[in-house]
């Protein structure tokens, strides 16, 4: 890993664009990273990530496939055996569905299957999350799908300087890592080093520190726990706002030190609440010390038990926002859970 110039370290750039100098800076590096989807080439991808690439690579390494999730990712896995790096872009995550088998059962499994004589290199792009009007089809959040899985890395960056790094860092990694882009962080801007950094993979990071109270959240979830934290400075109420970065593998030890030291935990995520990353988290806590700390009951606050909906208004009342993360907050800190 290079060592970050303190005199170049403070630019801004979009989400988006920080995703693009990272795939950048990793072609120009090795030849071995190639990048694979529908639309990435002269469209420059469904949001405008891959932009330029085709015209600065050429389309011999930034290659449109088919519309067929399945087969591009399945030549992404067996590019990655072969000793490629490929960068698989799923239109919508809620594509990947098409793909499990590529992405479950081979991706995930063969490094442990072939005895670690093999290594699958291959990193899945996946734009994800509501909030555009896409509807049910287009705005689900399905990362917890994949953490459940063995052999696979999931991340979820909330901020350009990690989108940036964390997809170096995925690239530096011999094992697949699906990477879940929230579809309306793409706009937001913020600090980008420059030159190549990774951010390391499975680590958490305090954005805001607190003693009340611990929310761990992720991706956009992260920005509407620190807005909410905020609102709640002028009750008395002071937040610690953990951003996970990293859903397979997660930091224990960085959200533990947390409950054991503010006694009261929420879990905030857009995925359906059932079955999901706070149904994990919760249990991480539950089984071991820190639960002897706790002085109310974890609260979980995920997404409606429904599909979800194209109505604005609707889609938005579905999941998690700024206002019911700070009700869910009082009510934690209250002891009314």
């Given at each position: 890993?290079?060592?970050?110039?303190?005199?170049?370290?403070?630019?801004?750039?979009?989400?988006?664009?920080?995703?693009?100098?990272?795939?950048?800076?990793?072609?120009?590096?090795?030849?071995?990273?190639?990048?694979m989807g529908e639309d990435i080439g002269v469209y420059g991808g469904a949001f405008q990530v891959t932009l330029?690439?085709?015209?600065?690579?050429g389309p011999d390494r930034v290659m449109d496939t088919p519309i067929s999730e399945l087969g591009g990712a399945g030549v992404a896995v067996g590019a990655a055996l072969t000793g490629l790096k490929p960068i698989y872009e799923f239109q919508f995550s809620d594509f990947a569905m098409l793909a499990m088998e590529q992405?479950?059962?081979?991706?995930?499994?063969?490094?442990?299957?072939?005895?670690?004589?093999?290594a699958v290199p291959v990193v899945f792009r996946l734009p994800s999350g509501s909030g555009t009007g896409a509807a049910a089809q287009h705005s689900q959040s399905i990362e917890a799908w994949f953490g459940h899985v063995p052999g696979l890395k999931v991340l979820q960056p909330s901020t350009p300087?990690?989108?940036?790094?964390?997809?170096?860092?995925?690239?530096?990694?011999?094992?697949?890592?699906?990477?879940?882009?929230?579809?309306?962080?793409?706009?937001?801007?913020?600090?980008v080093p420059a030159g190549r950094y990774l951010t390391p993979i499975g680590k958490a990071?305090?954005?805001?520190?607190?003693?009340?109270?611990?929310?761990?959240?992720?991706?956009?979830?992260?920005?509407?726990?620190?807005?909410?934290?905020?609102?709640?400075?002028a009750e008395g109420i002071s937040a610690?706002?953990?951003?996970?970065?990293?859903?397979?593998?997660?930091?224990?030890?960085?959200?533990?030190?947390?409950?054991?030291?503010?006694?009261r935990l929420m879990v905030v995520y857009e995925g359906v609440k059932?079955?999901?990353?706070?149904?994990?988290?919760?249990?991480?806590?539950?089984e071991s010390d820190a639960f002897d700390y706790l002085d109310a009951p974890i609260l979980r606050l995920?997404?409606?038990?429904?599909?979800?909906?194209?109505?604005?208004?609707?889609?938005?009342?579905?999941?998690?926002?700024?206002?019911?993360?700070?009700?869910?907050?009082?009510?934690l800190f209250r002891r009314e859970v």
């Open positions: 890993m290079n060592a970050i110039n303190p005199e170049t370290a403070l630019r801004t750039m979009s989400y988006a664009e920080a995703i693009r100098e990272a795939m950048a800076l990793a072609m120009e590096a090795d030849p071995a990273v190639v990048l330029d690439l085709i015209e600065r690579f992405i479950v059962n081979q991706a995930a499994k063969l490094r442990y299957m072939l005895g670690g004589e093999a300087e990690d989108a940036k790094g964390m997809l170096l860092a995925a690239l530096a990694d011999p094992d697949p890592v699906m990477i879940f882009e929230h579809k309306l962080l793409y706009k937001t801007r913020g600090h990071l305090v954005r805001r520190t607190g003693t009340d109270l611990t929310i761990v959240a992720g991706s956009i979830m992260v920005h509407r726990a620190l807005e909410a934290a905020e609102t709640l400075v610690e706002v953990i951003d996970l970065r990293s859903i397979r593998p997660i930091d224990h030890a960085t959200i533990l030190a947390s409950v054991r030291k503010t006694g059932a079955f999901g990353v706070g149904a994990e988290i919760s249990a991480l806590v539950a995920g997404a409606a038990d429904a599909p979800v909906p194209y109505n604005p208004d609707l889609e938005r009342a579905a999941v998690p926002q700024v206002d019911t993360i700070a009700a869910g907050a009082r009510r």
